[in-house]
């Protein structure tokens, strides 16, 4: 019966050859590392033999629970859980086997029990031959990218056996910011999801997790200075992130060397926001009288900076990030424009009728408020659209439809660093290979000077919340937003869509055997797909 | 701290106010019913008393395995599983308590044991009153669909209690053919999925699953008669449907009162077959050459004739359904034409030129031959629009594009009977509340007189297999899919789009909370939701 198994076998991968996708010479390699030379010589690797290992040399040791952690989960990626554990002891060594693979973190400060930041050094050096690997770091990040190129080297052959080519490998990310923004107030997203989702962003090299945590529809952050807003503000009981739900995240995050950059979107966005803390919106006005609905952030009352202060003063301590996103977009002004008492304000201001720049008094007020805490602030587009007086190191994020290269052109004229997130909203949904689209994005393929091009320090892909939500978040997310991952990490001249193609549908089924249900790009199968199709 | 939760819980409630669509006085029922009237008077529901019984009269009983079944799965639907188990026993009985349903079926031949087919009586009278509520049917199919519309009509007050509403119900479908098409041949889909999305359609009232099983990329289909078929032309071992799988989906499907079509698409969407089946594809020539390469089904061969009988057999006794469905959509001739043999056999049968006289000979060998086993036949629009000579009984299913109405005149015009498709694609997906546009089709807004109208048999929901799989099909298909549910269903005048969207927003999170990973309509959440969101 077993030679009937392999004669099947055989007959189906020939079957199958017309629909999938041909080898790629990089192999599944995703992002393309920046410069590699990959031999055709193999090492074999066995379970029970391979070590991963800190090397000679390291200034990190079996101290550092973040590189403890990834030896351990790169080994489960590599080799699985359990189906080689029957595999025969008694076996000869191989005369070519990759024994283990050492890892070594070159600078004196590992940055082990640190958070990951923009300035984050992410390069490593990869050397794979007999009979052991070394990856060089200068710090823990690059080595946490180095152990996913390690992962994404090693292969099976037709019997089942692990193996390697021999490599040689150098790289490091084009942009240091690389993003995935979540929505969890336009519906609640449980923390596995976001979980498997730092997972995936891991498997792409991203390492920002822009959460969009609260907004008009919902308030599920449980503030610990001002519980009412989540206890009023959010969905149900049930649809609240608490204290402990959020250190959660943020040191899973920080495991994977990934950023965890919350957004506190004010002042629209906010409708939530009123419900737990009074007097924080405008009371909208029909005629003379208030209409009972309510607008934007109240800009005119000490009492809304009062409570800003304190709320940022608990982000500050909650995020450890250097950076916090103020959101600032969308601010519709008819409310504003209804109040009298708005009005009588912004004539004592002078200015005039001009609602734009009573937002910009708010938001400068609240950028203040985050620099006077020695934090740095990320803003919408229109933040800097409106003329607001904003630090150098603010950063603007370009979110608006077709004109962003202009938009990059005069951010980055005004000499601000900017994140384009434009071309890569991913909650728009197409028929077909969208992802060609967000694959084609060159970010940096506008007008300006080089020193316009170097304040561009990356990109995000965003999927917004509207229709989205645990039911459907992972397979939408991904494998679309990898195209982001790939354009953000690699060189800018690897844009071969074919080559693409071939990785990415190789990249895709991998993500399904590691755990993440990212969906097909075409017609086609994954070889291990199990009986449930992941 | 119980008091702290309940507050907790009213205010939770209030804030979500905004974005939790209003009550539908239908409350959560999804199709509509064809008369309904729900009285304010609620009857209480203990799960540890409540049982649905057979009741007097019932040409069914206890050996009736398919209610006996249904009965389990619906009381498992209503109260869930476990949450109720510590309920306290000493509870006195309400004053107005619900005791049992009492399901009896009135025709003497109740249908158990036989399969479902276009013909099947779905219709029922359900009426709710102290102390026992009334299922009569006509036969078991009615009683599936009746049970499913008593289930959604008992609903949790904020205790946790179970209620209905007194209620007088007396339904039946306004088209008989309400289909899903699944494609497992571009994807394959694990059995899990199938048996998922059949579960879902049941809580749609849909009573047709259209398995297009086979096509150019695989043929997952493991015949008896010529096992190479799968053998060489599945994606691999993994991905086929042995009999068993086959037997498995057909038994569950009948038990959900659901026909299982399968289609076996000829002759073009058969590259998959030629690899198992030697000589049965055309060879492409390049100028005087074979090229290699294979084109549609070989008409000019009696070898294919054979072969397609003895298949045809095999499927007849394999599907118990009267219907097989055998494509004959899309064949495209540029193979055909480059062969010599084939122009030479046209000439010789006076086809001149014309290779829709090459397809409609071998369609009408092949109805001919679906005719002889005692089966009839459904085919795509092309077979009818080249001119094939079709029995009147042959149906015929529309799918092309914008001009549908127009096909649909045509078709019915001739005497055939119809299903409609074309406005159903779910595979083409797009930003947004699709679901309003598939639930604003009238399938009989078209030019014909009534007796062309009644020839519409209905209309199918298709999930093309491009880009589904396993991950990603549940969230796409629904709930998208039970717009089309309602429509096929219920009145013509059911067309209130911000009632439906009220309905069918509690109706997702119904199926959600049965274990269908449906996404949202739009924002806002689910009560129910557990922590992984489903």
Redesign the interface.
């Known amino acids: 019966m077993e030679l009937l198994?392999v004669l099947?076998?055989v007959?189906?991968?020939?079957?199958?050859s017309?629909?999938v996708p041909e080898s790629s010479r990089f192999g599944a390699l995703w992002p393309l590392p920046r410069s590699l030379h990959i031999s055709p010589a193999r090492l074999q690797l066995a379970p029970k033999r391979f070590q991963i290992l800190h090397g000679s040399g390291s200034s990190a040791g079996p101290r550092c629970s973040l590189l403890q952690d990834a030896f351990r989960r790169y080994y489960g990626y590599i080799f699985g859980y359990s189906k080689w554990q029957n595999h025969d002891e008694k076996q000869p060594l191989s005369e070519t086997e990759l024994f283990s693979l050492q890892v070594i973190i070159t600078s004196e400060d590992s940055e082990c029990d640190k958070y990951p930041g923009v300035e984050s050094d992410e390069s490593y050096q990869l050397q794979v031959s007999e009979p052991t690997a070394v990856l060089k770091a200068s710090k823990v990040w690059g080595a946490l990218r180095g152990l996913e190129t390690f992962s994404q080297l090693v292969n099976e052959d037709d019997y089942g056996s692990f193996f390697i080519n021999e490599s040689d490998i150098s790289d490091s990310p084009r942009f240091a910011h690389r993003g995935i923004l979540l929505d969890t107030s336009?519906?609640?997203?449980?923390?596995?999801?976001i979980l498997i989702n730092l997972d995936a962003m891991a498997f792409n090299k991203f390492n920002v997790f822009h959460w969009h945590i609260v907004d008009d529809?919902?308030f599920p952050y449980q503030s610990i200075t001002f519980p009412e807003l989540s206890?009023?503000?959010?969905?149900?009981?049930?649809?609240v992130y608490t204290p402990t739900d959020v250190r959660l995240v943020i040191d899973y995050a920080r495991l994977r060397g990934i950023r965890v950059i919350p957004e506190f979107d004010t002042p629209g966005h906010t409708?939530?926001w009123g419900?737990g803390q009074k007097d924080f919106l405008t009371p909208c006005y029909n005629g003379k009288h208030p209409s009972g609905s309510y607008g934007p952030v109240n800009p005119i009352l000490n009492t809304t900076y009062d409570f800003m202060l304190q709320l940022l003063k608990e982000i500050r301590t909650v995020f450890p990030d250097e950076y916090i996103h103020l959101g600032g977009d969308e601010v519709d002004f008819t409310c504003w424009r209804s109040n009298p008492d708005v009005s009588e304000f912004m004539k004592e201001r002078g200015f005039s009728h001009s609602y734009t720049k009573l937002e910009s008094y708010y938001i400068e007020k609240i950028l203040d408020m985050v620099s006077s805490l020695n934090k740095k602030s990320i803003v919408w587009q229109e933040v800097f659209d409106n003329g607001v007086q904003l630090q150098p190191d603010t950063i603007v994020e370009v979110w608006m439809g077709t004109l962003y290269k202009e938009e990059l052109r005069r951010v980055t004229k005004e000499g601000h660093p900017a994140i384009l997130a434009a071309p890569w909203y991913l909650?728009?949904?197409?028929?077909?290979q969208d992802w060609k689209k967000y694959y084609s994005v060159e970010p940096l393929d506008f007008l300006g000077c080089r020193a316009q091009k170097e304040l561009v320090v990356g990109g995000e892909a965003c999927l917004w919340?509207?229709?989205?939500?645990?039911?459907?978040l992972?397979?939408?997310l991904w494998p679309r937003a990898s195209a982001v991952g790939e354009r953000l990490w690699s060189s800018k001249n690897v844009t071969d869509i074919a080559d693409a193609y071939n990785r990415l549908t190789e990249h895709r089924c991998r993500m399904?055997r590691r755990g993440v249900?990212?969906?097909?790009l075409?017609?086609?199968?994954c070889?291990n797909?199990?009986?449930?199709?992941?």
Chains 1, 2 share one sequence.
Not at 186 to 193: C, D, N
Not at 231 to 239: D, E, F, I, K, L
Request: hydrophobic share 30%.
């Open positions: 198994r099947w076998w007959s189906a991968t020939l079957a199958a017309a629909t336009r519906h609640f997203l449980p923390l596995k999801s529809q919902s206890a009023q503000g959010a969905y149900s009981y049930n649809h409708e939530s419900k909650d728009y949904i197409s028929y077909g919340g509207e229709y989205v939500d645990a039911t459907n992972t397979p939408r399904l249900a990212a969906e097909p075409f017609v086609g199968y070889s797909e199990t009986g449930d199709g992941t």
